[in-house]
């Protein structure tokens, strides 16, 4: 089994819907990400999470919210989507090693019409 | 804000050329990361460095992490078609990376 999932794998959506992607992992690493891809512009940082009670802003959170409802499970939602947020939504995870090193999941296509 | 910049961007070789990816900032990174992405999937981990001066080698992947830990390289021996693929750079602060936006690498038969 994959050590980060992501559900679900591909969405569509109209705009003004509010949405929600999961992520679970079974690594037991404390910190998990968030990550929107989009086409020229490479992973961008929505939200982080260093530990169940210690939720992070990324360079672009605006539009989105999190919830880290245990350690190994870490929700992202959209209360509005709009079109612009179309996009390839990845989560990871990563433990306090000091490489950094982070372990992604397959990611979630969303598209918002 | 940190930066990566990451060159080239695009990259289309026939079989059995070699290459070299670069990935420049000019801030500091306390780790460098490699990773390679097929179309549709997450990315996968091929290597971290972590120490200035670093040279880490993985079959025909050879990887270096510049002195200053501001720049690193990724250089493919006898490049395949199964080396095709988007390749991203990611330097680690504080836990969190910064992507480079990739070079996307086609290696024709």
């Known amino acids: 089994d994959a050590d980060v999932t992501q559900t679900p794998r591909n969405r569509i959506t109209k705009t003004g819907k509010r949405i929600m992607l999961e992520c679970s992992q079974t690594?037991?690493?404390?910190?998990m990400y968030w990550y929107r891809q989009d086409p020229g512009l490479g992973l961008r940082l929505i939200y982080y999470?260093?530990?169940?009670?210690?939720?992070n802003k990324g360079e672009i959170s605006d539009g989105y919210s999190v919830s880290r409802q245990a350690q190994a499970k870490f929700s992202l939602s959209l209360e509005s989507a709009i079109p612009n947020q179309t996009a390839l939504y990845f989560c990871?995870?990563?433990?306090?090693?000091?490489?950094?090193?982070?372990?992604f999941g397959p990611g979630t296509r969303l598209l918002v019409l | 804000t940190q930066l990566l910049e990451q060159s080239p961007q695009f990259l289309s070789i026939q079989e059995g050329e070699n290459l070299t990816v670069y990935c420049n900032s000019s801030?500091?990174?306390?780790?460098l990361q490699w990773y390679r992405q097929e179309p549709g999937e997450g990315p996968v981990l091929l290597v971290t460095?972590?120490?200035?001066?670093e040279v880490k080698k993985l079959k025909r992947l050879t990887f270096q992490f510049g002195d200053a830990r501001k720049d690193s390289s990724l250089h493919i021996t006898a490049a395949q078609p199964g080396d095709t693929g988007l390749y991203l750079c990611?330097?680690?602060?504080?836990?969190?990376?910064?992507f480079g936006k990739g070079t996307l690498l086609t290696v024709n038969p």
């Open positions: 990871a995870t990563s433990d306090f090693s000091r490489e950094e090193t982070q372990y």
């Open positions: 690594k037991g690493h404390d910190r």
């Open positions: 999470s260093f530990d169940v009670k210690d939720i």
């Open positions: 801030s500091v990174f306390s780790s």
């Open positions: 460095v972590v120490t200035g001066g």
């Open positions: 990611a330097g680690g602060s504080n836990y969190k990376l910064t």
